[in-house]
């Protein structure tokens, strides 16, 4: 990683956490009480780190150009203040439209458009860059190039991969929210058709007895597989693929029926040894086709080396590795929002 690129990445961080200051202290201050005003779950507002790099080259190019610093200092926050309102724009744009949720509304202020941009903040962005370009940046940079390359590159990477992993868990909390609330209004035949599905497993002790065991943070055993189940379902109904497999092999692939927490009950090797006693419990009570009983016996891939073989194993696959990271992120932030929000969408009568 280059001594520029890293630089980038930390001025990046230092600013999109100064945002994330600025916002919350005023949220808080105008709500009374603590907001967390991110859409990541650290302290930090990454637009504000785009925004502000975005600022820094703008004022490069002005100064390279425009000789006269009067006429200099307008065009900058002429062109500052558009290209901020863009970005603003732009991502407000994609979080309504792939979350479902506005995090910031302008509707009530003169000039806007469609809420995620006023004149009143667009000239205020303006401004702001100004004052950044001319007195917080120099300083900010100042401190940025006294320590020596190694710890800056260090920083840089540490950096890089706590906002992958933040991203990553943040999109999918937000994801399951937006899906969840998408849920809540399916239309009755989806849910009759799903319940038609897993209608007469549910109704089985040996899966009832699944609601007995912890499986991550507090969604036991058979809420994680409901949860597996049904997003197999959804996506393998949308790609035209065997939806019915999907979702019994989702509801069945964690049919093992111990605390995997105890090592003595046989949780030692859970991760690598449960698809075969989950596969073994299956076939004491049901007859399963080819796909259900691949899905249940390679549902851990990659940690188990048999590779799935059919489309609808890798669906199952992927959504247990998505509900497995939501419920253990709940469990982290104390965040407990149920993946259905307490609605049944199957029946078992």
């Known amino acids: 990683m280059s001594k520029d690129f890293s630089t980038e990445l930390l001025l990046f961080a230092v600013y999109a956490l100064g945002g994330w200051l600025l916002e919350t202290v005023y949220a808080s201050?105008?709500?009374?009480?603590?907001?967390?005003?991110?859409?990541?779950?650290?302290?930090?507002?990454?637009?504000?780190?785009f925004g502000a790099l975005?600022?820094?080259?703008?004022?490069?190019w002005t100064g390279a150009r425009i000789g006269d610093p009067f006429v200099r200092g307008i065009a900058f926050i002429c062109v500052s203040a558009v290209l901020v309102t863009w970005l603003e724009y732009i991502t407000g744009l994609i979080l309504d439209k792939v979350f479902q949720?506005?995090?910031?509304?302008?509707?009530?202020?003169?000039?806007?458009?469609?809420?995620?941009?006023?004149?009143?903040?667009?000239?205020?962005?303006?401004?702001i860059a100004y004052l950044l370009t001319e007195?917080?940046?120099?300083?900010?940079?100042?401190?940025?190039?006294?320590?020596?390359?190694?710890?800056?590159?260090?920083?840089a990477w540490c950096v890089l991969v706590?906002?992958?992993?933040?991203?990553?868990?943040?999109?999918?909390?937000?994801?399951?929210?937006?899906?969840?609330?998408?849920r809540s209004t399916l239309r009755h035949s989806d849910a009759e058709e799903y319940s038609a599905c897993v209608a007469d497993?549910?109704?089985?002790?040996?899966?009832?007895?699944?609601?007995?065991?912890?499986?991550?943070?507090?969604?036991?055993?058979?809420?994680?597989?409901?949860?597996?189940?049904?997003?197999?379902?959804?996506?393998?109904?949308?790609?035209?693929?065997?939806?019915?497999?999907?979702?019994?092999g989702g509801l069945l692939h964690d049919l093992f029926l111990y605390d995997w927490h105890d090592p003595a009950a046989g949780g030692r090797w859970h991760g690598f040894t449960h698809p075969k006693a989950a596969l073994r419990n299956a076939e004491d009570i049901l007859s399963l086709n080819r796909i259900e009983r691949d899905i249940i016996v390679k549902h851990m891939w990659p940690l188990t080396p048999a590779v799935p073989r059919f489309r609808e194993t890798w669906v199952v696959c992927l959504a247990d590795k998505i509900v497995t990271c939501h419920e253990f992120m709940e469990g982290v932030t104390g965040r407990h929002e149920h993946w259905n929000n307490g609605k049944k969408l199957y029946k078992t009568d």
């Open 54 to 60: 975005l600022i820094i080259h703008v004022a490069e």
């Open 101 to 127: 949720r506005k995090w910031w509304d302008y509707s009530g202020n003169q000039w806007n458009l469609g809420g995620y941009v006023c004149m009143e903040y667009s000239l205020l962005w303006g401004l």
């Open 201 to 248: 497993l549910l109704a089985l002790e040996q899966v009832q007895r699944m609601d007995m065991f912890i499986q991550h943070g507090r969604a036991t055993c058979l809420k994680h597989s409901q949860a597996v189940s049904f997003l197999s379902y959804r996506i393998c109904r949308k790609c035209k693929l065997d939806y019915r497999s999907a979702a019994r």
């Open 29 to 49: 201050v105008r709500q009374q009480h603590f907001v967390n005003r991110g859409f990541m779950f650290g302290c930090f507002c990454p637009i504000y780190g």
């Open 162 to 182: 706590y906002f992958i992993l933040d991203a990553a868990i943040s999109i999918s909390v937000e994801w399951f929210r937006c899906q969840s609330a998408a």
């Open 135 to 155: 007195f917080l940046h120099p300083a900010v940079l100042g401190m940025l190039e006294m320590p020596p390359a190694g710890i800056i590159t260090a920083a």
